[in-house]
């Protein structure tokens, strides 16, 4: 019985004797296996053959020391094999006693634990590196919080910033919209006096005619041509003053007067390109400053002579009704100049937006007419296709136009 029991322990342990002073006196096939040495190789050294120099020499003072008191010693212990590799034996050493209580021996018996000790280790190190990463995650987390905390600030600033800068910039816009159609303005004045003062040159020329020929008559006749000339003149200037004057008043006015003043300013102009307007005004009244309205209007017949002229158009034609729909006033304008290609339909109303050279077109006209719709009228503005050309439309409700 006795006998199979060791047998048993044999076959399933790691064992070794020693004597008392350490020297091994037997070891099984399992304590040669793992330590590399033959049983020659082991007999009749000292155990710490197969003793680590990393495990500390208070160790085996703890294992002696627990021995020799006659106690069992069980830790799990790290071993050098043969070949200089590493193997744990979790270890348990226990004194063996002759009937008078005297220590005869030692046996130690072991079980091989190197891969758990391994997988613990490398347990450990991951832990250990799980540890560290998450450390480093939480101050990277740290770090990009308190930056995109910085970033939200220095954002809100640089919103502020460019909030400020953009209506300075539309100020710029709105006196250059202003100071291009003042330009206008003139070459329109300088139009519409050109021939009175052909006129009047002529007149004078024939006044000092009439005075050298001593023809009372005539000089007074063509003194009054004159006079109406020069007043014809002033008038003129009257008409552009008055559509400058910085009136910006809110009044009720009909559309159709907003209009005509509009056609009336730039009557030479449609006379001298020949263009046909084709009107057809409803009587509605809206609120607003008329000369803003105008302004609009004059942008709009302006563009559509500049594509009757870029796209040779022979017959030009421009229609424009006033109308209501759905309580809001409808003004539409709409050419035959050919209309302009699809993928530039949709920037027309962008600032700066042009396709005339720098000299004939800022690409203010339709953004300063935008607003102007949806600013000062509480309106719309939108640019649809016909059949040769383009039709804008404005929308302008009533409601809030009367409140
Ligand atoms: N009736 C139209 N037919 C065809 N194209 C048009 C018409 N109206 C506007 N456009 C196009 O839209 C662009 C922008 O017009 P917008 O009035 O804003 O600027 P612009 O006429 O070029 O310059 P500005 O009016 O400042 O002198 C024009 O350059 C033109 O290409
Ligand atoms: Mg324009």
Request: hydrophobic letters at 35%; aromatic letters at 8%; proline letters at 2%.
């Amino acid at each position: 019985m006795l006998q199979q029991y060791m047998e048993a322990i044999e076959k399933s342990n790691i064992i070794s004797r020693t004597d008392t002073d350490g020297i091994i006196t037997f070891v099984n096939d399992e304590f040669c296996k793992i330590s590399g040495f033959t049983k020659d190789e082991l007999i009749g050294k000292n155990h710490n053959i197969v003793r680590h120099p990393d495990v500390p020499a208070s160790a085996f003072k703890l294992l002696w020391d627990t021995i020799k008191n006659k106690q069992t010693y069980k830790s799990t212990v790290k071993n050098l094999s043969k070949d200089g590799s590493t193997f744990y034996v979790n270890t348990t050493v226990t004194p063996i006693l002759d009937k008078d209580d005297n220590i005869v021996e030692y046996i130690a018996i072991r079980y091989d634990v190197t891969k758990e000790v391994l997988l613990k280790k490398e347990l450990e190190k991951k832990e250990y590196e799980l540890e560290q990463l998450n450390e480093s995650l939480e101050i990277r987390v740290k770090e990009q919080t308190q930056q995109l905390q910085e970033l939200n600030q220095t954002l809100e600033l640089r919103v502020q910033e460019e909030i400020i800068k953009n209506e300075e910039k539309q100020k710029v816009m709105f006196w250059q919209s202003r100071l291009a159609s003042l330009g206008q303005m003139l070459a329109n004045i300088a139009h519409q006096w050109r021939q009175p003062l052909t006129e009047l040159s002529l007149a004078t020329f024939n006044i000092k005619k009439a005075a050298i020929n001593k023809n009372d008559e005539d000089v007074k006749k063509f003194y009054a041509e004159s006079k109406d000339i020069i007043k014809n003149m002033s008038n003129t200037i009257d008409d552009f003053t008055n559509f400058f004057k910085p009136n910006k008043q809110k009044k009720y006015f009909y559309l159709k007067d907003s209009v005509n003043e509009s056609l009336s300013i730039l009557k030479k102009i449609i006379k001298r390109e020949n263009i046909i307007i084709e009107t057809n005004f409803m009587n509605i009244e809206v609120l607003g400053v008329p000369n803003e309205l105008s302004q609009v209007i004059i942008n709009l017949i302006q563009n559509s002579k500049d594509a009757f002229n870029q796209n040779n158009i022979e017959e030009k034609v421009i229609k424009i009704t006033t109308s209501k729909e759905d309580r809001c006033a409808i003004i539409k304008i709409e050419d035959n100049a050919g209309g302009i290609s699809e993928e530039n339909i949709d920037k027309i109303f962008e600032p700066y937006f042009t396709t005339k050279h720098s000299s004939s077109g800022t690409g203010l006209g339709l953004f300063m007419s935008k607003m102007i719709c949806e600013q000062a009228f509480n309106g719309t503005i939108l640019v649809e296709r016909n059949k040769d050309g383009l039709t804008i439309i404005i929308k302008i409700p009533l409601e809030s136009a009367n409140g």
